[in-house]
């Protein structure tokens, strides 16, 4: 704008200047501004703006993570969802609400989660379905490493966004086996991959969602996946606060099954440990453990010793005591999950 000019004329000369000036900055501005990008918002829908910062370098983050809208009821539900997920102490806790009013979000037959150090197949797996036979506790006859190294290199190459993919598309289904999971996972439609990764300690919480039909149903795809963005926190709280799954989470080394997790400290009883913690419930001594199994009292008492201490107790009490509780929980379960069959 020139200034001197303006002021140098007329009332008249500088008003007229000044609307045209104004009439040509107000048309650029118009013109800079992008009319797929506007919506009016009625007063009672609830936003969330899940758009990141610019100066974000994740960039193929940016296309999952768009304002979403919830109305009145679905806004009642999600409320609903998030705080259920903070009562949730036990699998079966979460196996309720997973098939509870979060269908009506993320809708699944099969709900995989796999957390830990995926480079080193280091990994606490747990799997929730109310599908025959797919349970986590299958861990430990069939190996699923294939598959979780699958669907973490896709989601890794998609940016770490939540990804909707054809259930054909993953080949280690193709493999005509025994694998009940597999089995099941080839007669459903679409899988959703979605995690988080924790840059403080490297490792990552990924999660596989598995339905007949599309996630979809007809709404749009982008709210559906900013809306699957927003949940994944929740379902990885949830996960976290349930223990390892009584017989189902494993560890593997260099592609060796290493044992079944039974403690909240991480260690692991091995196969003969768990045959003496089973002896050990049933109130027999070191002496009648050793006969049975044929091997030597003292050995049973090293047995013995380190059962104690990878599970937390003291006694033999407190051993069959604890071990009952998980075998309770485990009827708990199935029970439930033959109740939803």
Same mark, same amino acid.
Request: glycine content about 6%; hydrophobic content about 40%.
């Given at each position: ?120 197949? $280091?990994?606490?797996?747990?799997? @929730? ?5 797919? &349970?986590?506790?299958?861990? /430990?006859? =069939?190996? +699923? ?108 080394? $260099?592609?060796?099954?290493?044992? @079944? ?5 991480? &260690?692991?009883?091995?196969? /003969?440990? =768990?045959? +003496? ?65």
């Amino acid at each position: 704008m020139n200034v001197r000019w303006l002021l140098s004329g007329t009332s008249t000369r500088r008003e007229a200047a000044t609307c045209q000036i104004l009439k040509t900055d107000l048309s650029n501005l118009l013109s800079s501004i992008d009319p797929n990008g506007l919506e009016m918002r009625p007063s009672w829908q609830w936003t969330i703006d899940m758009r990141p910062n610019k100066s974000s370098d994740d960039a193929p983050r940016q296309s999952a993570r768009n304002s979403f809208q919830l109305f009145d009821e679905d806004t009642q539900r999600y409320l609903r969802i998030v705080a259920q997920s903070q009562a949730i102490k036990r699998h079966v806790d979460l196996f309720v609400w997973l098939k509870g009013e979060f269908q009506e979000f993320v809708p699944h037959e099969i709900f995989i989660s796999a957390w830990g150090d995926f480079e080193n197949l $280091d990994l606490k797996l747990d799997i @929730v379905s109310g599908l025959p036979g797919v &349970r986590t506790e299958l861990l /430990r006859r =069939h190996r +699923i490493d294939d598959l979780i190294q699958w669907a973490h290199a896709r989601w890794v190459e998609g940016g770490r966004a939540p990804l909707m993919l054809k259930t054909s598309s993953a080949p280690q289904l193709i493999d005509v086996g025994a694998n009940p999971l597999y089995a099941s996972l080839r007669e459903m439609d679409s899988i959703l991959l979605h995690g988080i990764r924790d840059e403080r300690g490297g490792r990552e919480s990924l999660y596989l969602a598995a339905t007949k039909g599309s996630f979809t149903k007809g709404r749009c795809r982008d709210r559906f996946i900013a809306l699957a963005d927003s949940l994944v926190p929740q379902i990885d709280i949830a996960f976290r606060k349930v223990s390892a799954y009584p017989l189902g989470t494993v560890k593997r080394r $260099d592609g060796v099954i290493m044992g @079944v997790k039974t403690s909240a400290n991480g &260690r692991e009883l091995s196969t /003969r440990e =768990h045959e +003496i913690l089973g002896w050990i419930c049933q109130g027999k001594t070191n002496t009648e453990i050793a006969a049975t199994l044929r091997i030597s009292p003292f050995t049973v008492k090293n047995h013995v010793q380190r059962i104690f201490k990878k599970i937390g107790v003291t006694s033999r009490i407190q051993a069959a005591t604890k071990y009952s509780h998980s075998l309770a929980e485990l009827r708990e379960y199935l029970e439930l999950v033959r109740k939803v069959d």
